[in-house]
């Protein structure tokens, strides 16, 4: 059974950092490409992130480059985003998603909860 | 960036109604679109990729439909679970984008 679990929202001042984690199960991970999605609160989907599955490549959304960064570890089975200089906008629930090739995103992690606030 | 408008942005149908949800591209994202539903307090589900394609497992009653920028999610017969809110996504893009969401509540 795939899983993916994310970890490491918490509350957090403007300015500040914070590392998300997503630990992934029941597939080769070393195999896919990873994705970051984010949702703020009684709002839409917005994609931030995504990492091929060598990690050669990264791309980012506008939102969010030049502040995240994203990562894997194959040999842990591991996803990560590092979040630098942080903005209230950037309270959402984060979620990891497994990419399908081109094909969409067919499993999600169940979120972590990042708030910025002071 | 590619842009994905949706509409409507929400709509109330009973079950048993035929529902269509559309989907715009700001340009051509050839097949690379896929829909998602999502429930109140719970992730996304992938239902449908490469515009027509069903997920395994995602009943026969929903369906996906066009090519290039117009796109079609259509519930042939609204159950109660149906009752959720629908995204488009596509992936054509290094840098995929998401609709803005269609919500579907009951009438």
């Known amino acids: 059974e795939v899983q993916l679990v994310e970890s490491g929202g918490v509350v957090v001042q403007p300015g500040g950092s914070l590392r998300l984690s997503c630990a992934a199960s029941g597939f080769t991970f070393e195999d896919y490409t990873m994705h970051w999605v984010r949702q703020a609160p009684g709002k839409g989907l917005e994609w931030i992130s995504l990492i091929k599955w060598d990690g050669a490549k990264t791309y980012y959304a506008d939102s969010v480059k030049g502040r995240f960064t994203i990562s894997r570890d194959n040999s842990k089975n591991s996803l990560y985003l590092q979040m630098n200089s942080l903005r209230t906008e950037d309270t959402a629930l984060y979620y990891c998603a497994k990419g399908v090739a081109s094909w969409g995103f067919d499993y999600w992690g169940q979120g972590t909860l990042v708030t910025v606030s002071s | 960036d590619i842009q994905m408008t949706q509409s409507p942005s929400s709509l109330s149908a009973s079950v048993g109604d035929r529902v269509t949800i559309t989907c715009r591209a700001s340009q051509s994202v050839s097949n690379y679109l896929n829909w998602y539903q999502q429930k109140p307090g719970k992730a996304p589900k992938f239902l449908i990729y490469a515009a027509s394609s069903l997920q395994s497992g995602v009943p026969s009653r929903f369906s996906g439909s066009g090519y290039g920028t117009d796109f079609t999610l259509t519930i042939s017969s609204l159950q109660p679970e149906d009752f959720a809110t629908y995204y488009c996504?596509?992936?054509?893009?290094?840098?995929?984008?998401f609709g803005q969401g269609t919500k579907v509540e009951i009438k």
């Open positions: 996504h596509q992936t054509y893009s290094n840098f995929p984008t």
